[in-house]
């Protein structure tokens, strides 16, 4: 039995939230990806872990569009496992992640991963060249059938159904451009998919192992796939703990871990940090009111990170080449803490390359 403190602090650890410096080869959440969502993203996540990014190129890490056809960043060498990776587990799994797209697939008798595989087939078919996005989903209309097309009246015009489109770019061999906006895909040189992804890449394993104590629903919930299919794949060598009540499961390499984890630091994490995507959101917040705050329906806020609790908000503003943070406290913060909050907010304006007007903590 353990409660919601240990449980963040072995989360804090396994995820290197207090450490001061990694490299690429030994960060652990490029195992499950590092979503890249705004200014603040897959970057500024791997800064905040002691990883120097300030020469970071594509020859070293490879973006793609897989969970939740999110973009995540991978290391590059681990390209043809992550595809085995986040390959769907069935072909009802594929159904879920593909959301509205899967029915009239199923109207016309088309199987929801024979759909990736022919949309995958087409991409590569297009992308001989650097591409953008909009010029793939305009060649693709004209290539697939009705099935796979839907009328867009924002702007006019017919096109392949979002979610098939991105997570076939990866059947394909495809990645997203670093730095480019709109996307621009091309292919990834000498891709060849893994037949399967091994137990480090894993992404029920992973997420337990960066996540955990978890539910098989925690799991489902955030690879937006089947619980029954989770289940199913639910990895043997665990054990029950029970977390404020709940029972949930913990690899059992990672005990020892969970019982002696001290996550302590200050953080400032980005709105789409892997700790915050922790489907349990009760444990990370426990507060409705502070919750709905950080998890807004548009405009997600970063959270300020203090010895594995989240402390506050957190949003940037910017007026020329300088930067000013402005911080919604939840608790009153002490001056030692206002102290590594400026620190953290000099770190994330140099990161941006710019200055650091002042940290706001009136807001």
Request: glycine share 8%; hydrophobic share 45%; net charge positive.
């Amino acid at each position: 039995m353990v409660d919601r403190r240990q449980v963040l602090h072995f989360r804090v650890h396994a995820q290197q939230l207090a450490r001061v410096a990694g490299t690429l080869a030994d960060t652990a959440v490029l195992d499950i990806g590092v979503q890249n969502t705004g200014p603040d993203g897959a970057r500024w996540a791997l800064a905040v872990r002691g990883v120097d990014v300030t020469a970071l190129s594509d020859t070293e890490v490879v973006l793609l569009w897989t969970v939740r056809g999110a973009p995540h960043l991978y290391r590059r060498a681990d390209v043809g496992t992550v595809a085995a990776a986040v390959a769907p587990f069935t072909d009802a799994d594929a159904g879920k992640r593909i959301y509205d797209a899967s029915r009239p697939l199923k109207a016309a008798g088309i199987g929801n991963l024979a759909a990736l595989d022919e949309v995958a087939a087409r991409m590569r078919a297009v992308v001989t060249r650097p591409t953008v996005k909009g010029d793939v989903s305009g060649r693709l209309a004209t290539m697939l059938p009705e099935p796979y097309l839907r009328s867009c009246r924002p702007c006019g015009a017919t096109h392949l159904y979002e979610m098939p489109f991105r997570l076939a770019a990866v059947r394909a061999g495809l990645e997203l451009q670093l730095d480019t906006s709109p996307p621009i895909l091309r292919r990834i040189a000498g891709f060849r998919r893994a037949p399967a992804p091994g137990d480090r890449f894993d992404l029920i394993r992973a997420y337990l192992r960066l996540l955990g104590p978890a539910t098989p629903k925690h799991v489902a919930d955030y690879l937006d796939a089947p619980v029954k299919d989770v289940k199913a794949l639910w990895p043997r060598d665990m054990v029950e703990v029970t977390v404020d009540g709940e029972v949930r499961s913990l690899l059992a390499a990672d005990v020892p871990a969970l019982e002696s984890a001290d996550g302590t630091g200050t953080r400032l994490l980005g709105p789409y940090d892997l700790f915050l995507q922790a489907k349990d959101r009760a444990t990370l917040v426990p507060d409705a009111a502070h919750a709905k705050e950080l998890w807004p329906v548009l405009g997600r806020p970063g959270a300020v990170l203090v010895d594995a609790e989240l402390v506050g908000t957190w949003r940037p503003r910017t007026s020329g080449r300088m930067l000013t943070v402005t911080v919604h406290p939840w608790q009153r913060l002490s001056g030692a803490t206002r102290d590594a909050i400026t620190t953290q907010a000099a770190h994330l304006a140099a990161h941006r390359a710019v200055s650091l007007a002042g940290v706001d903590f009136g807001g």
